[in-house]
């Protein structure tokens, strides 16, 4: 089945400690980004690939960090999370034309004491 | 800035009615639309997309428009069903952008 997965799907953590979130695609999708859903500001991007090798911020990739070493693996990872870093957490892929749609993953939610 | 608007922001209806999702944008150079349902605590489903250059796309009970003239985009959902309650946001691909910008939804009740 085609589709995007994330892990974990829930965590709860503690200010500082580090954390790495999954996100996999199995349909070799050139482009993939990270998204972040919060309550009346609804989803805004953090980071995003255009391939192997290839990331560029989006609108909100303070105390973020991406890797794209593989093509269907794209990690979101957080140093020292803090406690406005709680949110709804999407990966996101495509083809790497613009025309193409995008599809996302099942969400993780993220809790950071 | 592109801004996305979806007006109502809540929507309840009987089973069985025909309804309009309505979403406007504010800058004409957008690339794509999608429409996306978003169900609790799930992710998000794409459900249409409609190039810029394409006026509607239709798939099953579901029809979108596109009018990038008037900056509007609607979704059309016919025979309502307590199924199709969630949470339905809009997307576009921004002209020279590689992110989507949304919409904050319209949160959809169909009573059985």
């Known amino acids: 089945e085609a589709q995007v997965t994330q892990n974990p799907r829930y965590l709860i953590t503690v200010t500082g400690k580090k954390l790495t979130v999954t996100c996999s695609q199995n349909?070799?999708?050139?482009?993939m980004s990270w998204y972040r859903q919060d309550p009346g500001l609804g989803l805004r991007q953090i980071y995003y690939s255009m391939n192997v090798e290839v990331t560029d911020k989006g609108d909100v990739p303070e105390g973020y960090k991406v890797s794209r070493k593989e093509k269907r693996n794209f990690p979101l990872i957080l140093e020292s999370p803090s406690p406005n870093q709680t949110s709804l957490y999407f990966c996101?892929?495509?083809?790497?034309?613009?025309?193409?749609?995008?599809?996302f993953g099942p969400g993780t939610r993220l809790t950071v004491l | 800035k592109q801004e996305v608007t979806q007006i109502p922001a809540a929507l309840s209806v009987p089973e069985g009615e025909n309804l309009v999702l309505n979403c406007s944008f504010t800058d004409s150079a957008i690339y794509n639309l999608q429409w996306f349902r978003q169900d609790p605590g799930k992710g998000l489903t794409s459900l249409l997309l409609?190039?810029?250059?394409?006026r509607e796309q239709t798939s099953g009970r579901l029809n979108a428009s596109l009018d990038k003239s008037s900056g509007r985009s609607t979704l059309y959902i016919a025979a309502s069903q307590p199924g199709d309650s969630a949470t339905y946001l809009c997307?576009?691909?921004?002209?020279?952008?590689?992110?989507?910008?949304f919409g904050k939804g319209t949160k959809l009740t169909v009573n059985p």
């Open positions: 997307a576009f691909l921004q002209g020279g952008s590689e992110k989507l910008v």
């Open positions: 349909m070799n999708h050139e482009y």
């Open positions: 409609i190039q810029s250059s394409q």
């Open positions: 996101a892929s495509r083809y790497s034309g613009r025309s193409n749609e995008q599809f």
